[in-house]
């Protein structure tokens, strides 16, 4: 009998962690365990985990999505469990979300995806799904070709045996796509969406069409830097990744100048540095070090900004004095 493990990776969400593992233990078909993969919680979360007697967990330092989804992957898959349902900790299950997806498993293993709705209105999906954007559009069982790790998503041990784990070092932000390119585009595994197993979800995006805070918006480095990873395993080629790279950063570039209504040419800067790290193959960069930079930049040009009046009134108070004493004042 194949066994099924839902994986949960969480870093200080500790109430809406509560509510994923809840609707996990109310599934209609339940699976054979859950494990949580605790990034380096600071909240409640690691006592509440030592709580759950009927939960299997791992606490790690913090790792992204990607380390976590990676570490989570590989103790299922070396528990020898069949099928790992991987979601992160915002995400709510409908009651009968995994019996619906069971269903859509045959006839060959396959990375099987939940459909992803937006938990604020329970009807449009979070992520682009054929030419559909409302769940009620949607009349087949089975959108074939699409799918979006780790939200819901439904992995056979032998696509992990063939194709390996996520990569841990891209840390958060294009993890999962390149990890769904690697599957369907390398090892030519076929992907698809349950449409009636419904996984409600906190729709996040990064995008330089919405105004976004420099002082916080660290997650902005690596869906910046992670690009280039993602287009080279999706076109199975250093060149022509390398090529659609050059024109996403041009895109985002162009983006930032039409939209952008804050530190408009920091952030243009700003591009820069993420660029440098994925071309030089820097993956070592954490969150704090990018949120310290980000924030000693902002600083420093403030500081700048703060001393331009002074530096111009004191070279008009000096100027003239010193034209008097050189003899080069008009009379």
């Given amino acids: 009998m194949e066994k099924i493990i839902a994986v949960v990776v969480t870093h200080n969400s500790h109430i809406s962690l509560k509510k994923c593992i809840e609707s996990l233990r109310s599934q209609t078909q339940k699976p054979d365990a859950i494990l949580v993969v605790n ?12 709580k759950q007697i009927d939960l299997l967990h791992i606490n790690q330092e913090n790792s992204g999505t990607a380390g976590g989804f990676h570490t989570g992957i590989e103790d299922a898959y070396n528990k020898g469990y069949n099928w790992i349902w991987c979601m992160n900790d915002k995400g709510v299950l409908k009651e009968d979300a995994l019996e619906k997806m069971m269903k859509e498993k045959n006839p060959q293993p396959a990375l ?19 030419q559909y954007q409302q769940i009620n559009e949607i009349k087949e069982d089975v959108i074939y070709g699409i799918s979006h790790p780790f ?9 992990v045996e063939k194709v390996g784990l996520p990569k841990k070092e891209l840390f958060i932000c294009g993890d999962g796509t390149e990890y769904f390119y690697r599957i369907v585009k390398q090892f030519k595994i076929p992907a ?10 906190v729709p996040v995006n990064y995008s330089q069409k919405e105004d ?11 869906h910046l830097r992670n690009k280039l990873k993602v287009f080279q395993t999706k076109y ?14 041009c895109s985002e570039m162009t983006l930032t100048m039409i939209h952008q209504k804050t530190d408009k040419f920091r952030k243009l800067n700003f591009i820069l540095w993420p660029v440098a790290d994925a071309i030089k193959g820097n993956y070592k960069m954490k969150p704090e070090v990018v949120m310290k930079k980000m924030n000693e930049q902002l600083f420093s040009s403030r ?20 034209r008097e004493e050189t003899g080069t004042a008009t009379a």
């Fill in 39 to 50: 990034n380096g919680s600071a909240d409640f979360t690691s006592v509440w985990l030592d």
């Fill in 112 to 130: 099987v995806n939940s459909s992803v709705i937006n938990i604020h209105d329970r009807k449009t999906l979070v992520f682009k799904t054929n």
């Fill in 151 to 159: 939200n819901g998503t439904l992995i056979h041990r032998s696509i």
């Fill in 192 to 201: 698809k969406t349950a449409t009636q197993s419904i996984l409600y979800m």
């Fill in 212 to 222: 976004w805070d420099y002082k916080t918006s660290w997650k902005m480095y690596y």
């Fill in 236 to 249: 199975q080629s250093k060149l022509l990744g390398a090529a659609a790279y050059f024109i996403f950063i």
């Fill in 303 to 322: 500081i700048k900004l703060l001393l331009n009046p002074v530096k111009n009134a004191l070279y008009n108070l000096l100027i003239p004095s010193v």
